[in-house]
């Protein structure tokens, strides 16, 4: 059974920093693909950034800049720095996960980021 959980978020003035971190459990999970998502109600959820395994990572347009993701691939530890954030960056922030090949994407329950302005 693979979980993931998560940590960081809550409430930051616009300009502000905030980290995330969500570490897979399950000894023998390997994700070909981690990352973060966000979700604001009424709205699908969106790529913020995800790496795969070849070390590529992915980042959405809104955040390129500001937000740097990174891998402790020892811990199966994924981190996602958020620097000046904006208001507009305000969502639940879900961590994701999937094995290669054919296998489910796992998802933590996610972590509220409010950007104040």
């Known amino acids: 059974q693979v979980q993931l959980v998560e940590s960081g978020g809550g409430l930051v003035q616009a300009g502000g920093s905030l980290r995330l971190s969500c570490a897979a459990s399950g000894s023998t999970f390997l994700p070909s693909v981690m990352g973060w998502y966000r979700q604001v109600p009424g709205k699908q959820r969106e790529l913020v950034a995800a790496?795969?395994?070849?070390?590529?990572?992915n980042y959405a347009d809104s955040v390129k800049g500001r937000f740097t993701l990174s891998k402790d691939n020892a811990r199966n530890t994924v981190y996602l720095q958020m620097n000046s954030l904006k208001p507009e960056d305000t969502a639940r922030y879900y961590c994701?996960?999937?094995?290669?090949?054919?296998?489910?994407?796992?998802w933590g329950q996610g972590t509220q980021v409010t950007v104040s302005s």
């Open positions: 994701g996960a999937k094995g290669p090949g054919v296998s489910p994407t796992y």
């Open positions: 790496i795969i395994s070849s070390g590529d990572i």
